[in-house]
């Protein structure tokens, strides 16, 4: 299955980005592992936004224009990951509301489960 990964990222304190993308790429790395291919917009777009000169990482409008067409063109689901601030996330909330208008299923990750899937993994 194709999944596209939702995760909050955006934070006024960077070390927290820092961390949701830690979070993203190691769910991205248990799913793929279990046999999905997985678009994480996170572990994609936090390194490019460390080396592109002129675009802060917190624009929703550049990286949602790189992001929502791999979402209703590619994914077969979206995952919520539902880690802390997933529900102020506006990002989410776009990507929701095209998956929605998409016809694409979403599925949401909750936060104990995420902490067991962590565990086992590594």
């Known amino acids: 299955m194709k999944i596209y990964l939702a995760c909050p990222y955006s934070h006024k304190d960077y070390s927290v980005c820092e961390y949701r993308v830690d ?3 190691k769910i991205a790395g248990i799913l793929m592992k279990a046999g999905h291919v997985v678009f ?8 490019i936004s460390k080396v592109l000169k002129g675009v802060s990482h917190l624009d929703h ?3 949602l224009a790189q992001d929502l ?5 590619w994914a077969d689901k979206m995952i919520i990951v539902c880690a ?6 506006f990002g989410i909330h776009i990507e ?3 998956a929605d208008e998409f016809g694409i299923p979403v599925e949401h990750l909750y936060w104990n489960k995420i902490e067991e899937m962590l ?3 590594g």
């Open 23 to 25: 979070i993203a790429d």
């Open 40 to 47: 994480s917009p996170l572990s994609h777009s936090h390194p």
């Open 61 to 63: 409008n550049f990286w």
């Open 69 to 73: 067409p791999i979402l209703v063109e």
């Open 84 to 89: 802390p601030g997933w529900t102020e996330s």
């Open 96 to 98: 929701k509301v095209n």
């Open 119 to 121: 565990k086992e993994n």
